[in-house]
């Protein structure tokens, strides 16, 4: 007790007995290593009991090597040494030990303890088995040749492993009197150099002990870590030489118990923990007696990380062994449970009966049932399992002398061998299966063959049946792995072929369904046909797909490339609903939408990308050749409807290009169409002959200004969804008609004219951007910017030149108020266009009904030409236009020889506005408008209703004071009294006149003429009739009246006054007379016969014609 609580408070030192006792060390290990300690103690163990323990123990070999060091080893010595004088230790035990433990590249095992590495064991995989009744000592390296094996052993190295144990048993671990050997709390770390890697295991407990009643036990555990495990193993001996044998573990991981049997290549991670209860008894010979026990899996699985797609998970596994001494074989049912799949079968392991005949392993009965989950539907259960192997330790080899796996409706046979006497395992194997199903096929289709290519076909092989399935393989198991060496070409084929399959090619897109397939895998290589096929791009839309190749040149590389060709037919709403997927719209893009396309296809594409289980964006490439008829599709180009009998089209990842002779909303066109990937835009080309209806629908309504068919070309960017399209317009004018597109641009027919610009056009506006309009002296130039309505916004014409010599420009904005403000600048400017439209109308019959816009003009021109070489100088016109009612205007300007020409709005009874224009150079006036260049001299008026937003009819009133008609020859002798003689000379200071008063009312393009007086000293007249500006007709008639003062008197007298004058502004005797002809040119014609046709009587000789009915009161209101 005294002892016992001394040792409570601390270690006792014993160094007086340290060289005692590590000579009795020596003696255990046979004099072969010396034994150096620094101190010996005693003191409680980690249980609390009385331990002797030696500090800083070191072991060298015979060459002074240090071959093994611990901080600390526990001992203890046998009594019957110490009584006889021959002191050795009965149990030794390292404390905190490092030891390393490598396994060489030969299978070699070599254990290193201490810092230095130097080796303390050593064993080779490539020694022969120890033999029962040679007990050689495992701690020295004193080796007996082991002898032949006696023919009737048939497991020698179990009998040879039983027999040391016996030794061991009955002479101690050293052969002596050693019967306990440990390591406490000890760091094991291990080298494999076959594959380079290292584990390292820490607070490992070891105790190999021999019992008192004989035999050997073996226990290993680790408290470390989250895993906890443990391992006991005891062999004994029992009556007539059975030596009982009981293992049992407790959460072992499967990696390091194969590490530990040296099984395997070290190249896979078996994260599984062993759970395991079995006895046996072994006969002297090594034949069992009686074998049982379970062994149970828990979920783990097995991994080898070159080959991350050939990971195996399990759930759970449970096999019962039973040793048959009937068959005198090992009998095993076993259960796997890994995800979806159950497989229950029974194993029998039969050892070889003659030295060359082989260990044999049934596999049969129970059932194997695959599936993805366990509640997958279609899982296939095969019932009908017959597998029998010969593996064959002298030849190393294993061969399948039976293999038949399936079920009542499908059958796989497999027959071949694995040889691996070269020291490269061969595969050399053959599966061949009957009609399935693909789902089966996949399921039964070894992961390990070709496992890229095992892949691909599980994830796109979707569905279908298989009518043929082949597998055969002879070539090295590496090159059969993923990571290993590349497969010979000869030393792999696959042939597989089916009907009613589904095809997933590529993911993102859909599946090709109902494809006859043939898929044909060699060792380099891959294909796979499909006859014909069809894909459901969407509920009723179906392609039909025909000589489809799938191809891969080189299944070996990572990330191979693979080739794609097929032809598609189907129509365009089909088509175009596949490009619009995600995995295509970023190179297609397509504009056409599905639901407003209509028309037939066919295609021929190829593609290539490379095989991964998910491909980047960019990775396929593609290109489609189609042939498309009877095409239309809604809002393709400028929004307009797009119909073709026949097109072509080419696209790739660059993007696509449509080409081909179209119909654009009904316009016969040439088309061409091209999409780049990455712009958010297409561009088109179109080439058109347009008329009126054509340009209205493309977007170019010009109204009635324009006439005729106009060659266009039309090229500009359009973007797909939303924005502005730009283009770029060339336009041939020459045989169009032109009537005022721009103020007082007056073309015919056949004159050339070109017109180009850029138009910019969005939802809201439309941007005309350098617009040119050139011509035989036209030169227009600048920009227009109109809203969604057409109307325009604001304009900039830099170069607003109708004819030769003009300089003008024009500018337009419209202000906050809604009016468009005009101004107009320059110093020359042709103005015969514009009198010419001004005269005739309010613009074509389109404009006319349009609804008229606030306006205001402001024009400064330093000279305006007119007809007749008569020419306006210093121009300053201004007006002003609300709700199509001309609210002011004035004009300035100087005509003739300087003769000032004024206008202005004035109002009148009623409160009705008049435009009043004034000048005292009427002839120079009417000249310079072209409207009767005959007039020289005069002082005139006219007042003039002003136009409105109606449209009405404008009344006004024309009054010219003191003028002379001049060239007129008829005139001259009616004047001279030698009218009815057409030779008489007419005098050249032309005829006089006092004064002319005419009413007229304006409507469109026409003058209508009524109550025309005309008098003069010599002679007067009355006119009546039209002038019309759109015909380019005049049309006047009326009766001059010779001596007008005195003629006229016979025309005043009440009531006879018609009778014999023939009204109030004509007299007893008269002339009838017409004016016809253009409005520049009119001829005057008179009728002689008239003159002797008194008052009411002459009106039967007036000429045809008339200004129809007359409107009263405007004349009147002025008089």
Partial sequence: MSLWWRLGSGPIDFDFATPWLAAAIEENFG?????????????????????????????????????????????????????????????????????????????????????????????????????????????????????????????????????????????????????ELGLKNGNLTLFDERNGKHWEFHDINLSLTRPGGGGVSLTMSSEAGERPWLLRATVSRGEAGVRKVEIETERLPLKDLLLALRLGDGQHEANIPVTARVRAAIGDDGIPRMIEGRIQLDKGYILDPAEPLGRIDIDRADFDLQWDTTRQALVAPFQI?????????????????????????????????????????????????QVALRIDHDKQRIDIEQGEIGNADLGLAISGGL?????????????????????????????????????????????????????????????????????????????????????????????????????????????????????????????????????????????????????????????????SLDRLRDYAGSPIDPGTSRGTLTAYVTMSMPLKPDLPAGSTQYAMNLEVSNFSAERLVMGQKVEAAALRVRADNQGYVLRGDVKINGIPALLEYRKVRDQSEAEIRVAATLDEAGRARLGFDLGGYVTGPVPTKINGRVPLESGDSRYSVEADLTQARIDRLLPGWVKPAGRPVRMSFMMTSGPQSKRFDDLSIEGSGLSVKGMIECDGSGDIQAANLTSFNLSDGDKATLRAERGPDGALRVTVRGDVYDGRGFIKSSMSGSGPARAKNAKLKDIDVDVRLGTVAGFHGETLRSLDLKMSRRNGSIMSFTLAARLGRDTPLSGDL??????????????????????????????????????????????????????????????????????????????????????????????????????????????????????????????????????????????NMFGQIPVFGLFLGGGSNEGLVGLTYEVVGPPGAPVLRVNPISVVAPGLIRKFFEFPGGSGARVQGFGESLR
């Fill in 31 to 179: 004099n072969h290593h010396r034994i150096a300690v620094g101190g010996t103690q005693l003191e409680r163990d980690a249980s609390g009991r009385t331990a002797l323990r030696m500090r800083d123990i070191v072991v060298r070999d015979a060459h002074g090597e240090i071959v093994a060091s611990a901080p600390k080893a526990e001992v203890s010595f046998s009594g019957i040494g110490l009584m006889t004088g021959r002191v050795r230790a009965n149990r030794l035990s390292l404390v905190g030990a490092e030891m390393q433990i490598r396994i060489e590249p030969d299978s070699k095992v070599t254990v290193f303890a201490g810092t230095n590495r130097q080796p303390f064991v050593t064993a080779s995989a490539s020694e022969p088995a120890l033999r029962a009744g040679v007990v050689p000592n495992p701690l020295t390296r004193d080796r007996v040749p082991a002898p032949q094996a006696a023919g009737r052993d048939m497991i020698p190295d179990l009998a040879a492993l039983l027999a040391w144990i016996d030794s061991l048993g009955a002479t101690g671990l050293d052969g002596h009197d050693l019967s």
């Fill in 337 to 385: 449970f890994s995800g979806g799949n159950r497989i229950t079968l029974l194993a029998q392991l039969t050892p070889p009966r003659e030295s060359s005949a082989g260990w044999a392993l049934k596999i049969t009965g129970g059932t194997a049932v695959l599936a993805s989950s366990s509640r997958d539907p279609d899982a296939l259960v095969l019932n009908r399992i």
């Fill in 906 to 1047: 004035r109002g009148r009874a009623g409160g009705r506005n008049v435009i009043f224009i004034e000048t005292k150079d009427a002839g120079a006036m009417f000249r310079f408008s072209d409207t009767y260049p005959k007039i020289f001299g005069g002082e005139m008026w006219m007042a003039m209703e002003p136009p409105t937003a109606s449209n009405a009819p404008q009344d006004g009133i024309l009054n010219i004071r003191d003028f002379t008609v001049r060239g007129e020859q008829t005139l001259d002798r009616v004047a001279s009294g030698n009218a009815d003689m057409p030779g008489a000379r007419s005098s050249n200071r032309g005829v006089e006149f006092s004064q002319m008063r005419v009413e007229f009312t304006r409507t469109h393009g026409r003058f209508a003429i009524r109550e025309g007086v005309v008098r003069g000293q010599t002679i007067g007249a009355t006119a009546e009739g039209y002038i019309d500006y759109t015909r380019e007709e005049v049309r006047m008639r009326g009766t001059f009246v010779p001596f007008f003062g005195l003629n």
């Fill in 419 to 579: 040889d691996y006497s070269s020291g490269e395992p061969r595969l050399a194997v053959g599966v061949a299966g009957t009609r399935m199903s693909v789902a089966a096929m996949k399921r039964l289709w070894p992961s390990f063959i070709s496992p890229k290519v095992h892949d691909w076909v599980a994830d796109h092989l979707v569905s279908g049946t298989v009518e043929r399935f082949v597998i055969a393989t002879n070539a090295p198991v590496p090159t059969l792995k993923s990571s290993g060496p590349p497969i010979p070409d000869d030393g792999l084929a696959i042939e597989i072929s089916g009907n009613g399959a589904e095809i997933r090619p590529v993911d993102g897109l859909p599946s090709i369904k109902d494809a006859d397939m043939r898929v044909r895998i060699t060792g380099r290589t891959a294909s796979v046909t499909v006859g014909r096929g069809n894909i459901d791009v969407s509920n009723g839309r179906r392609l039909a797909i025909s000589n489809g190749l799938f191809e891969v040149p080189d299944h070996y590389m990572e990330a191979p490339a693979s080739r794609v060709r097929f032809r598609v037919d189907g129509s365009v709403a089909s088509a175009t609903e596949l490009l």
